[in-house]
């Protein structure tokens, strides 16, 4: 039994370099995306929905854009804020920012989405502990379901008329990151939740979203729930930010994925506190289960490992690495036992949904457990130069 465990244990591992391997993608444009289409938000469905805003993304199949609804999703867990994707023109080209989830809103290219997401920070609503509480000034919220509201004004400085989608380049946004804007993005991430991803897929998968189709004006321009693309949830474009004219030959001047490993406001690959980041499938993934993560590796510090104090900060380094590996392949083998159950007794896709939702939590919780582990362990200060000989 151990041997099995240990072959099908390194071929995850296997699976889960190539998958790191791909995520050191960028999304490189080299003509900018639409404005931004003018819509209404539709009404919050209930308690616990955050608003995550419409936005250009780019489908390499179809050589064009296309336009993802916005709309409420649940936060994977409470006290985590949405960060917008969005786009900025580098060295040449426009590259795509995935958004992300953390604990304060980083930068999101000084784009005026709308709804409480003016260019910078968040004014639709704060945590109150377990409790997110809606500001009606931005957001629309009927409050014969949802009672915990509160009324701030926000005076919106950017003009209603700018509707530009990217940051950067001719007639882009000029907007820069503030020292908190740095501070954020080097703070622990969340990429977007799997009813986010799903929101995207279907999106992609609608050639009726395509800028060469609607003009700039998408027949979904927002929805109430993730991937409900009809109904009286679903809401129309009422115009488009501006008119939309794509280069001719576009399929020529189209988009193309590069190696990408920016430290930028909104990238997940970067390093913070001494530590690589654990590296996510990051656009168009989610870690929803533990398989969907690497192992841990334990920080080695090589030559320099020349102190009893280095000596045993590394051994710590292994036994923590060791003791996370075991507790990523009990919770790995827990979810995969409730997959093929769930398999076996063919659930509906409710059920099916709040399971997958469930393995995130558990997924996500462990990991942010682990980074703080790993926090805690402190590398051991160098000892101080020893002081010059006085010359004889």
């Known amino acids: 039994m151990k041997h099995i465990l240990r072959i099908t244990f390194c071929a995850l591992f296997g699976l ?16 900018a995306p639409p404005a931004l289409p003018v819509y209404e938000q539709p009404v919050c469905p209930g308690e616990g929905f955050l608003w995550a805003p419409g936005y250009w ?32 023109w580098d060295n040449g080209a426009y590259l795509f920012h995935d958004g992300y989830w953390a604990t304060e809103v980083g930068f999101y290219g000084g784009i005026n989405y709308g709804f409480g997401y003016f260019g910078e920070g968040f004014y639709g609503g704060r945590w109150d502990h377990d409790r997110f509480m809606y500001n009606r000034s931005v957001t629309n919220i009927n409050v014969v379901n949802i009672r915990n509201v509160y009324n701030t004004t926000v005076v919106n400085n950017v003009t209603v008329v700018n509707r530009v989608s990217y940051n950067g380049g001719e007639g882009g946004i000029s907007a820069r990151p503030t020292p908190r804007d740095e501070q954020v993005q080097h ?13 995207r897929q279907t999106a ?6 395509r800028a060469s189709a609607n003009q700039g004006k998408p027949p979904v321009a927002a929805t109430a729930r993730p991937a409900e693309f009809s109904g009286k949830g679903a809401v129309a474009a009422r115009e488009a930010g501006a008119p939309y004219h794509p280069p001719a030959n576009r399929a020529a001047q189209g988009g193309n994925a590069r190696p990408g490993n920016e430290s930028r406001p909104g990238n997940e690959n970067t390093q913070r506190g001494g530590e690589a980041a654990r590296p996510t499938e990051n656009p168009g993934a989610n870690p929803t289960h533990a398989r969907d993560l690497p192992p841990h590796e334990p920080t080695h510090l090589g030559t320099v490992a020349n ?14 690495a060791n003791k996370q590996n075991q507790e990523h392949q009990k919770l790995m083998q827990r979810q995969q036992k409730e997959d093929q159950q769930a398999a076996k007794k063919e659930m509906n896709q409710e059920k099916k949904q709040q399971m997958e939702q469930r393995h995130q939590q558990q997924t996500q919780q462990m990991e942010q457990r682990h980074a703080q582990e790993q926090q805690r362990m402190q590398r051991p200060a160098a000892p101080p130069p020893h002081p010059p000989r006085p010359r004889q």
């Open 16 to 31: 889960m370099l190539l998958r790191c391997s791909q995520a050191q993608v960028a999304i490189s444009v080299s003509f």
């Open 307 to 320: 102190t009893p104090a280095d000596q045993k900060y590394e051994k710590e380094q292994e036994r923590l």
């Open 187 to 199: 703070e622990r991430h969340f990429p977007p939740a799997q009813p986010q991803e799903q929101q």
């Open 204 to 209: 992609r998968s609608n050639p009726q979203l």
């Open 57 to 88: 993304a780019w489908d390499a199949d179809s050589d064009d854009y296309f336009w993802v609804p916005g709309t409420w999703v649940m936060a994977p867990q409470p006290g985590l804020l949405w960060t917008p994707a969005w786009w900025g």
